[in-house]
């Protein structure tokens, strides 16, 4: 399985930003796709997760500003970022999760005050 990211850039305060993940590869026993994050001298961090199921997860600093989704047809899972904060800056990783954990390269997202 391969993830590759896309969307991210510079943005100032209050923007948005679209993030797109396409998986290749054959995926068996998909059980989430999800959305972490990782800030120069910080550990990585969920920031959203949609199950097989449909279910979503969010963290609380991103609950009402991020939406995750996913196209099925597609393998890909989005990450819809809107009034985006300085805080938010960091690589953003994709995660597959199925007997396994696979990530994407990461995209860096920079958010100016």
């Known amino acids: 399985v391969q993830l590759v990211e896309s969307g991210g850039g510079l943005v100032q305060a209050g923007g948005s930003l679209r993030l797109s993940c396409a998986a290749s590869?054959?995926?068996?026993?998909?059980?989430?796709m999800g959305w972490y994050r990782q800030a120069p001298g910080k550990q990585r961090e969920l920031v959203a997760v949609i199950t097989r199921a449909g279910s979503t997860n969010y963290a609380d600093a991103v609950k009402g500003r991020f939406t995750i989704s996913r196209d099925n047809a597609k393998s890909t899972v989005y990450l819809q970022m809107n009034s985006l904060k300085p805080e938010d800056t960091a690589v953003y990783y994709c995660n597959v999760l199925t007997d396994r954990s696979y990530w994407g390269q990461g995209t860096q997202v920079t958010v100016s005050s």
């Open positions: 590869g054959s995926i068996f026993r998909l059980l989430a």
